[in-house]
């Protein structure tokens, strides 16, 4: 005769609940500061922005090369979003920013310079040019006035009027009334209005955004309405490792500019992907060549924007080319990704052109290099064949598990309890510091806090952190450890 079904609580959980209480009761008799309660009895919430209702309506900024494409984008941003130097060439993918102006909200898109009968990397960034037109609701076609309109222009022109898109013509580098002529020059492209603009210092750019909204339809034909909340991947990793071909293989197309040269991507290039249904924001960055401070021109900006794009991101894929030997750049990558507190892939690359004479240096190189961070899930794959890049999505979703992961407090402090208990810290100066009470202050990644009787040293801390990470997984992420050292109340 089988028993009733009886619903109570599990003995441990019981248990850990009535240990909480007890060791919060303790901490009254302790010095506590004000952010030491706060932190005791608030919770750590999200906020999410909401979400547009329909996709923003797009506008693409094209020309030839050098006639302040991307200086106008960070004119009409009001910041310094996209790569600038005083040479050709610097923009070479097509890169989105959402922007606004006069309380009206769009998708403004960068692009490299449009020449015709290019080879090579000036071909590809040309194609892509092309692709932002065909994909833009509106074109805001950027010439220099100063030189005036050129062969190049011209076939630009005639690209415009096949694409039957609506344009509004931009004359740039007009930086006073002594260079309203040569933009009144152009009124001979056929484009209508020549709009006389400095880009660098501001001049005529609320009267071309105005034209430009104008020609704007309400209702964007080509825009991409983003799902509320899907998470960020930062693909980052030193040049030439193939961080733009795993995008354009997870993405199904050539949505980067990928060449053999080292440091072709320059500014960080998002791409909505649906992978099995789910959708991911992908981010392509540039390479990190060296330490910041010592690059210099496109390259220092480029390493600034790869920065901000870990810090935007909530998990970050590190490819390391499987073929040759790690260097400093790698292990200097992960430790970026690391400091900005990120979930962690580790993806080894071009694993179909490792011999086997690599391989067990390889292995050497892993147990050596990546001592500190064992916990990072590590994945084998070909960007440039699609070989098992089916295994970096079930990676991905296992580090932000982990990112995401909040340990009830009186669990942890149970933890906490049997570990102290089987392994007490060291007496130091005749003391012997204990832990009072723990809990976790945060997720994202998760940081705990032990308020303590004592400074815990830091081979302490690392014991309780690896003790952590056996225990409740955390795989994929760091975690943090703050040691609060509180005297009793004096009597």
């Known amino acids: 005769m089988s028993e009733p079904e009886v619903d109570f609580v599990l003995p441990d959980e019981a248990g850990d609940a009535e240990r909480e209480r007890a060791l919060r009761a303790g901490l009254a008799e302790y010095e506590l500061e004000d952010d030491d309660l706060a932190l005791l009895h608030g919770e750590v919430g999200d906020d999410e922005e909401g979400a547009p209702e329909a996709p923003l309506p797009v506008l693409a900024v094209v020309g030839r090369p050098n006639v302040g494409k991307s200086t106008l984008v960070n004119r009409i941003l009001g910041r310094r979003e996209a790569v600038v130097e005083d040479k050709p060439g610097v923009t070479r993918d097509r890169v ?21 009968d290019v080879a090579g990397i000036e071909a590809r960034v040309a194609e892509q040019a092309e692709v932002a037109i065909a994909l833009a609701d509106a074109v805001v076609f950027v010439v220099d006035a100063t030189v005036g309109a050129t062969d190049t222009d011209e076939q630009v022109v005639r690209l415009l009027r096949r694409s039957g898109k609506p344009v509004v013509l931009c004359a740039n580098k007009v930086d006073g009334p002594a260079g309203e002529a040569d933009a009144a020059a152009l009124w001979a492209l056929g484009l209508g209005e020549p709009y006389p603009v400095s880009a660098l210092h501001g001049r005529g750019t609320g009267d071309l955004l105005d034209a430009a909204l104008d020609a704007l339809p309400e209702v964007s034909e080509h825009g991409v309405l983003r799902p509320q909340g899907p998470r960020r991947v930062a693909l980052v990793g030193r040049p030439n490792v193939g961080k733009s071909s795993l995008l354009n293989k997870v993405a199904g197309a050539e949505r980067v500019v990928v060449d053999d040269v080292a440091g072709t991507t320059r500014d960080p290039v998002d791409e909505l992907i649906h992978l099995k249904g789910v959708p991911w924001v992908f981010v392509d960055t540039a390479g990190i060549r060296r330490r910041v401070h010592q690059t210099s021109g496109a390259d220092f900006y480029a390493s600034l924007r790869t920065q901000a794009a870990i810090e935007k991101a909530e998990v970050a894929v590190v490819l390391l080319d499987a073929s040759t030997p790690m260097t400093e750049q790698d292990t200097r990558v992960i430790q970026q990704v690391i400091d900005a507190g990120r979930a962690l892939v580790i993806a080894y690359n071009k694993w179909d052109l490792m011999d086997e004479d690599r391989r067990p240096y390889l292995e050497r190189e892993i147990e050596k290099e990546l001592v500190q961070v064992t916990w990072a899930p590590r994945v084998n794959i070909s960007a440039k064949t699609g070989w098992h890049a089916e295994r970096l999505v079930p990676a991905l979703e296992r580090s932000l ?6 340990i009830p407090t009186g669990r942890l402090n149970a933890f906490l309890g049997e570990l102290v208990a089987a392994h007490p810290h060291p007496v130091r100066g005749g003391k012997q510091p204990r832990i009072l009470f723990a809990t976790q202050a945060s997720t994202r990644p998760p940081r705990f806090v032990l308020f303590t009787t004592g400074f815990l040293d830091p081979g302490y801390r690392r014991y309780v952190e690896r003790r952590l990470r056996e225990t409740f997984g955390f795989e994929g992420t760091p975690i943090t450890i703050s040691v609060r050292v509180r005297e009793k109340r004096k009597r």
């Not at 989105?96 to 449009?114: C, H, I, M, N, Q």
């Open 401 to 406: 598990e982990s990112w995401d992961m909040r």
């Open 96 to 116: 989105s920013y959402p922007a606004e102006w006069s309380g009206r909200r769009f998708t403004l898109v960068d692009t490299g310079g449009w020449e015709v």
